[in-house]
């Protein structure tokens, strides 16, 4: 009799038991993430309230400081200012254009696999990679941008336009919008997909339009899908410091600053890290706010069907 | 219901031409999707477009609809050449085979979006939905949305959607696939109530060839986009037009024997012991039995017939009625009534003119 | 057929001709403007990099017509590290590609297979952990990678940027393994096979073209990531493409300009390549997602 037990014993390994396989298949990544994500994210919180610097990084409790230093500077106040700014500007252009070009994407084209590469590019490239291409499509005198505006003459004297508050801050917002259009664009393209193709021919059939079929069926039906490609978007907007420092540095005297530059600038360059860390927690409302529509739009997803 | 017989009565509610459709697969490859069908159907008809799954049936409808561009060929719609226009001005009502309702909107909102796209004044629109929801006894479900509902209410509002358009054509692609084998029966007695209720003429789709005859007032038998028949189901089954059909109609089908370059056939129905076949005219054959079983009352005898041509296996029918005792390993002699049998061309199939046969 | 009905029938066949036209232009017009904006849409995507090209081989100002030169690529290579910052970029992607998949795989397959009454939650948090911003992280990070002798060294990415690529990949892998039914899985334990047999032997291969996806999904993401690079890295010899090429530029030299940014060029379009090979299949995991969940 324990003869047979311990067969059974035996057969039943530990890798036919569920419950230790989905722990052992989800544990390596939690620990992970804990001690990357979690554990530094607590570490910035920290950080925040204290007084430590490059020269001498161990912590030593600060209190406010840190954030002091933070409200005292104009400079954040503006990147905050444009941050916000940039993001919402960015989120409505891209969900625009992103839907446009989701129908394009879908549309029964000659040359498709060349157009969707091309329109690939943007989102596919390093991010700093392309800032460079866009300095230098924007940037020095003789670029095709340069010229087109001296033409209308809407820059005048010397300089690249990337040395104006206005082009550059313009400039910021475009690179950000070329960038994150397609991303946009394929995630919307999918939404679409997921529609069973019975509900574009009933529209049809039932005499609807093209504005009424846009916004009677299709915009309804790809809203959640739409909300994420928007969170996606601002989350990574919000975040991104590569456009501002290779596209512009920050400049012309940090009028194109962002949170994340800001945060650079002060707590690596500057050597403050409490301040760097006080002004770099401000992303995290965002961060909160995208979360809460990420889970909405999931539930109206899942509301609908 | 509008009269729509402006163009004269001799204008066929529906009428294709010469339709073929061509897609174009990969690397060159052409699928003849149709292959230049002739089909009409009058008013008030119920036309059944029925054959196996792959047979161009939908894609028919649905050049019909407009959803599809004919490669070649014309559609007509109360006597007008439709070619080129969009669904919406061609006054045709489709039920596709998934119902396609709009998951965002309720039942009301589904019945009434045909309505607000065509600018109808909203006392008019309730007026209509109401009228349809309740001929179609759904006027409960109005608030539900279509994840609440089972797939028979899915397919009444289906149909209230359509109806509301007061189309001059209804097209139905499979519109009982959807349901379960019990709601099947029910929901086509309704189907055909309706109609007849309605009096639109109705093309309807379908590869169930029970559904096919019971529906339809005429059939069409298509296969490999071609149309094979067209007739009253009882033509479609007494008087098959080629092997096809005689094959794909009937269950069990139409047993055919060879006899040099004809194929003999006959229905199963019509073969029985020679003992219950009148004597004149009838045409006897030695059955050698192998199987027997018993469905409802009927016996189905599966053997090998051997004289009137090949030795080939058939199926006899006998109706409760027939008694004669048989068992399996026995030959009895059996009988066709002569006019019973069909004659089709052994190369292409085509039904051919009797031939004489001995015995 | 009495006149006033041969009169109805005349203006209604007048009137159908008339939509028929209007359909023909509608349907030109529909057919024109979207080729129109796919041609747009891909002449502006491509413009910096199609202007980058153009000029990479020029002589003298931009514009200016001279005979085409490879002077500046060549000082791509000679005056600049690149082909440093590409065996970076490629070591760094290659290493983060393979520990995202020994994290990510199981993952989740556990979150799509193994039903726990917390797998939905777990998979949520995954999923968030992504959203969570690195200019967040990396001051923190720079102390952890200092403390672990790491600073300045191309492991420091290779330990950090799977903190990006692994919550996409959890997510995206588990969509495709949702794809495999879970009866060719059932059928490999009935044969046999144990959960795990069943995984390696008869899920894992169903979802390769999944897996090839996130290889390069992955791979991309860990080219592109800047903020870490930045903050981790300072000398030369370390630095990937992403950080290394712009940091030629801030110090000056504008005779290195046109070579930096064709550099830029070389390694858009590759990447370009890989995923639009891939591209109907994010699409279509995107959909399912946006399906089942």
């Known amino acids: 009799m324990s003869g047979t037990r311990a067969r059974a014993g035996d057969r039943t390994r530990l890798t036919d038991r569920e419950g230790f396989l989905a722990w052992a298949f989800l544990l390596p990544t939690i620990v992970y993430l804990t001690a990357l994500v979690v554990a530094p994210f607590g570490l910035t919180v920290a950080f925040a309230f204290s007084r430590s610097t490059s020269d001498a990084p161990s912590y030593r409790f600060g209190g406010l400081r840190g954030f002091r230093a933070v409200f005292g500077d104009d400079v954040f106040w503006r990147s905050l200012l444009d941050t916000l700014t940039l993001t919402c500007v960015s989120v409505v252009l891209v969900v625009v254009l992103g839907t446009v070009l989701a129908h394009v994407l879908r549309a029964d084209l000659r040359f498709r696999r060349t157009v969707r590469t091309l329109v690939l590019l943007p989102w596919t490239t390093p991010v700093a990679l392309s800032a460079i291409s866009w300095r230098w499509l924007l940037g020095p005198a003789g670029s095709p941008v340069e010229r087109v505006l001296r033409g209308a003459s809407l820059l005048h004297g010397g300089g690249s336009p990337l040395g104006r508050t206005g082009p550059a801050a313009v400039a910021v917002v475009a690179a950000h919008v070329w960038r994150l259009t397609p991303l946009a664009a394929v995630i919307v393209a999918a939404g679409l997909n997921a529609v069973p193709s019975g509900v574009w021919d009933a529209a049809r059939l039932d005499g609807a339009g093209f504005w009424r079929r846009l916004f009677g069926v299709t915009v309804p039906l790809t809203l959640p899908v739409t909300a994420v490609a928007a969170v996606f978007t601002a989350a990574i907007t919000f975040v991104d410091m590569a456009v501002v420092r290779v596209l512009t540095g920050g400049g012309p005297h940090d009028s194109t600053q962002v949170l994340p530059t800001l945060a650079y600038l002060r707590g690596v360059e500057g050597g403050d890290i409490g301040a760097g860390a006080a002004a770099s927690l401000f992303l995290l409302p965002l961060f909160l706010a995208g979360v809460v529509v990420a889970l909405r739009a999931v539930r109206r997803a899942e509301a609908i069907r | 219901m509008r009269r729509r017989d402006e163009a004269g009565t001799a204008a066929k509610a529906v009428e294709a031409r010469g ?335 009797p031939v004489r046969i001995g015995g | 057929m009495t006149p006033v009905n041969g009169l109805a029938a005349r203006t209604a066949a007048r009137e159908m001709l008339r939509q028929r036209r209007l359909a023909a232009v509608r349907q030109v017009v529909v057919r024109v403007t979207v080729y129109a904006v796919a041609a747009v849409a891909a002449l502006v995507c491509a413009a910096p990099f199609l202007w980058g090209l153009a000029t990479a081989f020029e002589r003298g100002t931009p514009g200016a017509r001279h005979r085409p030169t490879t002077e500046h690529v060549r000082a791509l290579f000679h005056s600049t590290r690149f082909p440093t910052f590409v065996v970076n970029t490629l070591v760094v992607g290659g290493l983060v590609v393979v520990v995202t998949l020994a994290l990510a795989l199981p993952a989740a397959y556990a979150l799509s297979r193994l039903h726990r009454s ?105 080219a592109g990531e800047f903020t870490y690079a930045l903050t981790f890295i300072w000398s030369d010899a370390s630095m990937p493409v992403s950080t290394g090429l712009p940091a030629r530029l801030g110090g000056g030299d504008p005779m290195l300009w046109r070579s930096v940014q064709s550099g830029a060029v070389f390694v858009a379009v590759p990447l370009a390549i890989a995923c639009g090979l891939f591209l109907d299949r994010f699409v279509s995991v995107l959909a399912q997602g946006a399906h089942r969940d």
């Open chain 3, 118 to 222: 917390w797998g939905g939650r777990a998979g949520l948090a995954i999923l968030l952990v992504y959203l969570v911003p690195p200019p967040l992280l990396f001051l923190s990070l720079s102390r952890v990678v200092a403390t672990l002798g790491l600073a300045d060294s191309i492991w420091s990415l290779v330990l950090v940027h799977p903190t990006v690529t692994v919550p996409v990949s959890v997510w995206l892998l588990a969509a495709f393994l949702r794809g495999v039914p879970v009866d060719i899985e059932e059928q490999a334990m009935v044969d046999g096979h144990s959960r795990f047999g069943a995984f390696v032997r008869v899920v894992a291969p169903q979802v390769l073209p999944g897996i090839a996806a996130v290889v390069v999904l992955t791979f991309t993401l860990a």
């Open chain 2, 19 to 353: 339709l073929v459709k061509v897609y174009e697969g990969r690397r060159d490859r052409q699928v003849r999707a149709l292959d230049g069908i002739d089909v009409s159907s009058n008013q008030g008809e119920y036309l059944v477009l029925l054959g196996p799954s792959g047979c161009g049936k939908t894609t028919l409808l649905r050049t019909i609809a407009g959803l599809e561009r004919p490669t070649e060929g014309e559609v007509y719609i109360g006597g007008q050449l439709v070619n080129g226009l969009p669904p919406r001005i061609r006054r045709v009502a489709m039920v596709l085979q998934s119902y396609a309702l709009y998951p965002h909107k309720t039942v009301h909102s589904n019945i009434e979006f045909p309505l607000k796209a065509e600018n109808v004044p909203r006392h008019l629109r309730e007026r209509k939905i109401r009228w349809a929801a309740d001929l179609l006894g759904i006027p409960d479900l109005l608030g539900r949305r279509p994840r609440q509902l089972s797939g028979g209410e899915r397919q009444r509002v289906a149909l209230a959607r359509a109806l509301v358009r007061e189309p001059a054509v209804f097209l139905l692609d499979e519109p009982l696939s959807g349901l379960d084998a019990k709601l099947r029966a029910t929901t086509r007695d309704e189907l055909k109530r309706f109609q007849r209720q309605i009096g639109t003429a109705t093309i309807y789709v379908t590869h169930d060839q029970e559904e096919a005859m019971g529906l339809g007032d005429r059939v069409a038998v298509l296969d490999a986009g071609r149309l094979r028949q067209v007739g009253t189901p009882r033509d479609i089954y007494d008087e098959p037009a080629d092997t096809f059909v005689a094959t794909f109609v009937g269950s069990p089908p139409m047993n055919l024997v060879q006899r040099a370059n004809r194929l003999v056939g006959f229905r199963p129905e019509h073969l029985l012991p020679a003992e219950n076949v009148a004597y004149d005219s009838r045409v006897t054959m030695p059955l050698r039995i192998e199987r027997i079983e018993y469905l409802s009352g009927d016996r189905h005898v599966y053997g090998t017939v051997t004289k009137i041509g090949t030795e080939t296996r058939v199926i006899a029918r006998l109706p409760a009625t027939v008694i004669t005792p048989l068992a399996p390993g026995e030959t009895h002699e059996f009988a066709v009534p002569g006019d019973r049998l069909r004659f089709f061309d052994a190369e292409y199939g085509i039904r051919t003119a």
